[in-house]
């Protein structure tokens, strides 16, 4: 059972940016993913971008590509989520989460996050 803290949100003006950091309790076969997701109000959850952590390579959504950079420090132990640019719209939940497959889908991934919550002020 592979454990995920989530931690960084917070509010913020429109044009700032955040760093959100996710702390997985391992990293085995079933969380050598980290996939970020968002869920705005109104609106399914979706994902954002992912990193495969033994490798480090990253992907994303192609949307939101240009704002948002997955990283993670030298040890493997924390991912990030670099938020940069922050529009209103932006303003939701925000989760990471564990899995074995570099995807952007949901179902993909077997365990999350208790999410934190982003406010982009106009």
């Known amino acids: 059972q592979v454990q995920l803290v989530e931690s960084g949100g917070g509010s913020v003006q429109a044009g700032g940016s955040l760093r959100l950091s996710c702390a997985p309790s391992e990293l085995t076969y079933s969380s050598n993913c980290i996939g970020w997701f968002r869920q705005v109000p109104g609106k399914e959850r979706e994902g954002v971008g992912v990193?495969?952590?033994?490798?480090?390579?990253?992907a994303y959504v192609d949307s939101l590509k240009d704002r948002f950079i997955i990283s993670q420090d030298s040890a493997k132990t924390t991912v990030y989520l670099q938020i940069n640019s922050l529009k209103p719209e932006d303003t939701g939940m925000y989760y990471c989460?564990?899995?074995?497959?570099?995807?952007?889908?949901?179902?993909?991934?077997?365990?999350w996050g208790q999410g934190t919550q982003v406010t982009v002020s106009s």
């Open positions: 990193i495969h952590r033994p490798g480090g390579s990253t």
């Open positions: 989460a564990a899995g074995r497959h570099m995807s952007l889908g949901v179902g993909w991934f077997s365990y």
